[in-house]
């Protein structure tokens, strides 16, 4: 079963602030998402990459940043964290049958 | 505009009654639309799919229906257990080789012994 871990699991921090939320999968997968959760808005995704170096745009990529820098590691950055990121962040990976496989998760508190 | 839509948000029904989740979606070049679980705590996992050539899939106690004109499918499990409580994501893409995944909002699912 596919291995995705998060850290850390919970942060926060002030507005303004500086945040790098950090995903390693183990098992080989290309695809690797970032999703934020919030009630009644699902799970909506902020980025995306298809292997290192490489980045997509996912539907609400403002205000963050992503990088992909080997096949396992994906990071999510939020330089000027404002009030309005706090959420549940998770990460996914996929290989191309389109199972996605998520993490528990990274709540994010930004005061 | 949301282009998967779930309802209803939070649905309870009793152990051993069959609970229904719906879910509709804009776009009809979607089709594939797999149906996530989450339990709180944790991340979602998949617990079932179906391809728009389908109507029916089953897998034990869930079922999806899957209606193509009208651009509607809904989850059905059967003789619902209290271990079934979660929320439950309907989501769509629109080809079956990785593109990205549109989830919906969400039904939050309780059943009560």
């Known amino acids: 079963e596919a291995a995705v871990t998060q850290s850390p699991r919970n942060k926060v921090t002030v507005t303004g602030g500086n945040v790098t939320l950090s995903c390693r999968q183990t098992?080989?997968?290309?695809?690797m998402y970032w999703y934020r959760q919030d009630t009644g808005h699902g799970l909506r995704l902020i980025h995306y990459?298809?292997?290192?170096?490489?980045?997509q745009i996912g539907d609400v990529p403002d205000g963050y940043k992503a990088t992909r820098t080997t096949q396992e590691d994906f990071f999510l950055l939020l330089e000027l964290a404002s009030p309005s990121q706090t959420s549940l962040y998770f990460c996914?990976?996929?290989?191309?049958?389109?199972?996605?496989?998520f993490g528990a998760g990274t709540r994010l508190s930004v005061l | 505009q949301q282009q998967v839509r779930q309802s209803p948000q939070s649905l309870t029904v009793w152990e051993g009654e069959t609970a229904i989740l719906n879910c509709s979606y804009e776009?009809?070049?979607?089709?594939?639309f797999p149906w996530y679980q989450q339990f709180p705590g944790e991340g979602p996992a998949l617990l079932i799919s179906?391809?728009?050539?389908?109507d029916k899939k089953e897998d034990g106690r869930f079922t999806i229906f899957f209606n193509k004109r009208e651009k509607k499918l809904s989850l059905h499990i059967t003789d619902s257990q209290p271990g079934d409580s979660a929320t439950y994501f309907c989501?769509?893409?629109?080809?079956?080789?990785?593109?990205?995944?549109?989830f919906g909002a969400g039904t939050k699912l309780t059943i009560k012994p």
């Open positions: 996914a990976s996929s290989e191309t049958e389109n199972t996605l496989y």
């Open positions: 179906i391809r728009s050539v389908s």
């Open positions: 989501a769509a893409s629109k080809d079956y080789g990785n593109e990205k995944i549109t």
């Open positions: 990459s298809y292997g290192a170096g490489n980045l």
């Open positions: 776009d009809s070049t979607f089709n594939y």
């Open positions: 098992n080989s997968h290309n695809y």
